[in-house]
């Protein structure tokens, strides 16, 4: 099984929906991040959390909001989806340790927004 | 701020050419350089990394020595295949591990 899980992994919405991607993770990791992926954008952060407790903003935080519901499991929100949503959003996680941290990713979810 | 820098594509090799695709990074101390690959329909995953200067990350073929002097880890292969066609991805982190800083991507085809 995948360590790293998405879901779903293609949704089509309309403009002013809410949507909501899950990530779930078996790697025992503290570190989760979303990001999404534009083409000649490479990955932009959306947001990242070190615990359960812990929330941060990435660098494209608007109009998307987080929730960590336990280690686990970390979704991500668009309570208003805009067609400039338009792209593959993906999952990470990691776990720190000095000199050697890596991130270990989902599969992606391709998220279009009419 | 910290950021990365990678030579953009889309880059066309022949089957059993040599490849390089550069990446610089600039960082406010010493950062760990990675390299990470996307093959079509799948997410991220790590192809190679470097936790200091000097040192040479490898595999699958692929070798990038981190460069302090010219805060470069370039992507090097002796004879790329066609299996190798995929998006790379340079990127970094610093020594908290707090984020990840990535380049915007080169994709590389390898035909027959």
């Known amino acids: 099984d995948a360590d790293v899980t998405q879901t779903p992994r293609n949704r089509i919405t309309k403009t002013g929906k809410r949507i909501m991607l899950e990530c779930s993770q078996t790697k025992g990791h503290d570190r989760m991040y979303w990001y999404r992926q534009d083409p000649g954008l490479g990955l932009r952060l959306i947001y990242y959390s070190f615990d359960v407790k812990d929330i941060n903003k990435g660098e494209i935080s608007d109009g998307y909001s987080v929730s960590r519901q336990a280690q686990a499991k970390f979704s991500l929100s668009l309570e208003s989806a805009i067609p400039n949503q338009t792209a593959l959003y993906f999952c990470?996680?990691?776990?720190?340790?000095?000199?050697?941290?890596?991130?270990?990713f989902g599969p992606g979810t391709r998220l279009t927004v009419l | 701020g910290d950021s990365v820098t990678q030579m953009e594509g889309p880059v066309t090799l022949s089957e059993e050419a040599f490849l390089t695709i550069n990446c610089t990074y600039t960082a406010t101390g010493y950062p760990s350089l990675f390299w990470y690959v996307q093959y079509p329909g799948e997410g991220l995953q790590l192809l190679l990394k470097a936790t200091k200067a000097d040192d040479k990350g490898s595999n699958k073929g692929f070798e990038a020595t981190y460069r302090k002097e010219t805060t470069s880890f370039h992507l090097e292969k002796g004879s790329v295949q066609v299996s190798d066609s995929a998006v790379y991805f340079c990127a970094l982190t610093m020594n908290t591990g707090n984020q990840f800083y990535f380049g915007t991507g080169t994709s590389l085809t390898v035909i027959p």
């Open positions: 990470a996680t990691s776990q720190f340790r000095p000199g050697a941290s890596e991130q270990f």
